[in-house]
Every structure is written in C-alpha cells, then in structure tokens.
C-alpha cells in the first residue's frame, strides 16, 4: 500500500498482522521488556519489516534502537521512517546517498478524538478541512491532517536534530493525493538551500490513511 506513494529509491516493508517469525535482536529485547503485549507486537513487527528492507538494500540485520527523542537509529548510511498503528506496521528505507530524508504515518480512518482536532490544526487549516468534507466526505481528512503533520516532522528531525510542534507547520491537501506542509519556523538548508516546506503525497486506502514526504537526492 504505502510504496503507492513512495519513490522508487526507498524500499518499503509493511504488515497488516503481527508475523510468528518477528522476533527482536538482543540489543532490543530489554526495551521493551516490561512492556504489555500490544507495544511489545508493534515494536517487534514494525523492526522485522526495517530488516526486511535492509535486506532488500542488501544490507545485515541491524538493531533498530531509539534515539533522540525516540527517532530510529538507523545504520550508517541509511535513512528511513516506520510507522505503526492497530492493524497496520510499515518501515520506509533508502540509501542516503538517493535520498536525503523520508518521514511517514499512517492512521486509522477514523474521526479524531473530541478536542484533538483543535491541538493540531491551525485555524485556517481547520477551515481547510471542512472545504474538503464538504467536496471529498469519503476522506477522513481530519486523521489525515495528523497523519501528515506526523510525517512532516518524521522528515524534519533527522535534518534538524529539533522539535518542530503541530502549530509549526501549515498543510493543505489535493485531493488528487498531494499535499504541502509550508514549514512556520526557520527550516534546514539541504545542499545549500534553505528549505521552507516539504512536498508529500497521501493515500486513503484499506481502512487506513497514510502520508509520505520524501527528499531525494
């Protein structure tokens, strides 16, 4: 589903059940340790698909630990994203060389919760959303606002090493599958340039809704 919205340079590993044969390195056993069962299956899961798709680098498996503020570690010169929800796990790769950064999320095709809509969206990007009810109501645009905001920041961290809040960047969506994320605050530079937005593309499919960004080289 999400390679749909991916470029060819990244490889993308998903699973829509937890697999028997998922299983965790050493290094990430004591994570997750003390954890209940639905973390302990989506951390596994989501880190048997990252494997799958160093392989199809052809890269060794590798521990996937958290870093900073909880972002994968990914081995040298790779970048990539995952992504896990109920019912759905995804790992996004790529060589650095291709690509620059990716950041990816997918969600449950369901409404919000009461009052979360009001945490992550701007005020014009809630007016955003409700001309986009009105035209496309078979999207849950709302769940795919925080889908891409979550995207947006997946692509931002590993360029910048900073937190970047949902009122910090301003998304508008196509409904033909593209959307923009016009960054609020001082972007990174990236080959010279400064980068005030990223461009990303969105899927609604399966139950799910998903949203990519993608630089590449």
């Not at 010169?77 to 019912?87: E, Q, R």
């Not at 080959?191 to 499919?205: M, Y």
Request: with cysteine; glycine share 10%.
């Amino acid at each position: 589903m999400i390679e749909k919205i991916l470029p060819p340079a990244v490889v993308a590993v998903e699973a829509f059940e937890d697999p028997a044969e998922a299983v965790l390195l050493p290094e990430e056993e004591p994570l997750v340790a003390k954890a209940v069962a639905k973390r302990r299956a989506e951390f596994t899961t989501v880190r048997h698909c990252a494997r799958q798709a160093l392989a199809r680098l052809g890269r060794p498996p590798a521990p996937i630990l958290p870093g900073e503020r909880g972002a994968p570690g990914w081995p040298a010169g790779v970048v990539g994203s995952m992504t896990h929800t109920a019912g759905y796990r995804a790992a996004v790769l790529a060589e650095a060389t291709d690509v620059v950064t990716v950041g990816i999320d997918a969600e449950p095709a369901e409404p919000l919760p009461d009052g979360v809509e009001a945490v992550v969206a701007l005020p014009d990007e809630r007016t955003h959303l409700a001309e986009l009810f009105a035209r496309e109501p078979g999207v849950r645009w709302d769940k795919l606002l925080f889908a891409a905001k979550e995207s947006t920041y997946k692509a931002w961290f590993p360029l910048t090493r900073r937190w970047l809040g949902f009122e910090e960047a301003r998304l508008r969506f196509d409904p033909g599958g593209t959307f923009t994320s016009e960054l609020l605050v001082a972007g990174p530079e990236v080959g010279g340039e400064r980068i005030t937005g990223f461009s990303g593309r969105w899927l609604s499919e399966g139950g799910f809704v998903v949203a990519a960004i993608t630089i590449t080289t």
